[in-house]
């Protein structure tokens, strides 16, 4: 009877690695569901200022639009949540069967590209409100 040889101890780095990377996620989805409440209120906050101050005409639209780019930016937050989770998931099987894990730039890249045209929708929409 030949000898089997012992598996190597799996390093534990890389699952420490792993969960460091799902947390950060976690963190960023949380971040963008909580600045999404943020700025959904934020047309209720103008509108309320616009009712208080002498002369002002309040704008619905504003309120709406701000509602409309809050529910998205919650929406994507968590769905963000959700692929980290099955991203997580997938990289701690592969680990466990010692198999190499794909690091794919697709997730942190869509986030950082809808992050940005998110912030750009908001841009447009506060410039809208600033100069009218």
Excluded: C, K
């Amino acid at each position: 009877m030949t000898p089997v040889a012992p598996r190597p101890a799996r390093d534990a780095r890389y699952d420490w690695a792993a969960e460091r990377t799902l947390l950060s996620w976690v963190r960023t989805s949380l971040s963008m569901m909580g600045f999404g409440f943020v700025v959904a209120r934020f047309g209720a906050f103008l509108r309320a200022l616009g009712i208080t101050a002498p002369g002002a005409v309040i704008d619905e639209g504003q309120s709406s639009a701000s509602m409309g780019v809050g529910l998205l930016m919650v929406a994507f937050g968590i769905v963000a949540n959700l692929v980290a989770v099955q991203r997580y998931l997938y990289n701690h099987r592969a680990l466990s069967r010692g198999e190499p894990i794909d690091p794919s730039p697709a997730g942190p890249a869509a986030l950082a590209i809808f992050a940005a045209l998110l912030g750009g929708v908001m841009v447009l929409l506060l410039g809208r409100t600033l100069l009218s």
